[in-house]
């Protein structure tokens, strides 16, 4: 479900757009097209799987949509956030979640959040804004996830659990109760982790350990879409 019955503007033109799609097809929600940097390099129509969603320019004209939410459809952290804060305080966001999802206790979903099929979310957890929580994630009671942070397939927390912003957790990653992960940190595909991460840091493995961090790319805030290559399905294999 969308939060709201405004048309959808999907912020790029990605495999989390080509995701997010067949969500609100089901639902039932217009879809108004995609904004994207790289607008003059891309088809006016984006072929399927995109379901023929219009190219209607790139991010800057976001405010020609005022009637429209925004969805940012960009994988990584970062380039979210500064998709978010070149969009700026006054922009509207929808959020989707799948109908599977599992929150009986009703916990706080953030603006502008992508939860897919098979998420589940016990008692007294929240989740911030642009929070990305792809299939079979587990948020478990009392925990807090940041702002802008990524939840691979499979995540699993335990209770109590705080996740900074700009987080990424790879894929079956599990933490334990208590545990904080830090700011902008990222955790590997599997890693158990058992102790506090801080911020910044790259953690993986079983138990999960520091790894020396790979020196960080700076995205360029004018086209922040232009990061992810657009490709089809077809290019892609």
Request: a neutral charge; glycine letters at 12%.
């Amino acid at each position: 479900m969308t939060t709201d019955g405004r048309p959808v503007l999907l912020v790029g033109a990605s495999g989390l757009a080509r995701e997010v799609l067949p969500l609100l097809a089901e639902e039932g929600r217009t879809v108004l097209g995609v904004l994207d940097d790289r607008c003059a390099e891309l088809p006016p129509v984006l072929p399927p799987p995109y379901d023929h969603v219009p190219v209607l320019g790139p991010v800057s004209s976001a405010p020609d949509h005022p009637d429209a939410a925004l969805l940012l459809c960009v994988g990584p952290s970062p380039v979210r956030a500064a998709l978010r804060d070149r969009l700026g305080p006054s922009a509207g966001f929808a959020t989707v979640v799948d109908r599977s999802v599992r929150n009986p206790a009703a916990c706080k979903i953030g603006a502008g959040s992508i939860l897919m099929a098979h998420v589940t979310i016990t008692a007294d957890a929240v989740l911030g804004k642009h929070v990305i929580a792809m299939p079979g994630v587990t948020v478990t009671h009392d925990c807090v996830v940041g702002d802008v942070t990524t939840l691979a397939a499979g995540v699993a927390l335990g209770g109590g659990v705080v996740v900074g912003p700009g987080t990424y957790l790879g894929m079956n990653a599990s933490v334990h109760p208590g545990v904080r992960v830090g700011a902008g940190a990222t955790v590997g595909m599997g890693a158990v982790v058992l102790h506090d991460v801080p911020d910044g840091e790259t953690w993986a493995g079983v138990p999960a350990r520091r790894l020396v961090p790979h020196p960080a790319r700076v995205a360029d805030p004018r086209r922040t879409t232009a990061t992810q290559p657009f490709r089809t399905p077809q290019e892609a294999r």
